[in-house]
């Protein structure tokens, strides 16, 4: 797989966490199968993207939003492009602080030998909110999510986007990894677009 396509799939995992986040913030639920690939890709520490995902339909969510905000074809994925670049500037917050940045590999590698609750269980979920909210969390600025304040104010929902947020931090690392730059979205959009459509997803 050559490095654009790798960039592109990373950036597409991006993509995917926050357009979970946004489901889960506006709807209370989210795709099942797009939430298991994005929860697992936290306790996978490979910088391949082909070691983390396994096919590009593992990333279908991602690279439907993805292709929607570089065509521009909808007005609705504007809290998805927000929530990305938070994390984009987030990261590089996290990466100047080796405290968090331990912080976060000690608890990962705890959760990863751990082998009674499947990662999407409520237990495993409420562990990774704690570990974003003890290390992100504290950074500024902080990512306000926008929904309806009903499944916002539910204690499983808000653990279950603080866990899709640790796994958009994630996504930037594996972008980052793979020689990704915020500038490339501004000058490589057409050839990304042409990229996926070649894509089966």
Known sequence: MNKFKQQTLALAS???STTLVDQ???TGTCNTQGDQVSLKSIINNST???DV???SKDLSIGLHSLKSVFGKKQKNTRNIVLYSLALIKLEQKL??????LSQISNEIEQIKKQDFFEISHSNSLAR???LYKSTLGKLSPR???NGEQIYLSNQRTANHIRALLLAGIRAVSLWKSQGGKTWYLLFNKKQSLKLIDTMNF
């Open 14 to 16: 991006l993509l995917q």
């Open 24 to 26: 889960l913030a506006n």
């Open 48 to 50: 391949d993207v082909e």
């Open 53 to 55: 995902f396994q096919s």
């Open 95 to 100: 990466i100047k602080n080796q405290e968090f």
């Open 128 to 130: 990774l909110a704690e």
């Open 143 to 145: 990512i306000m999510v």
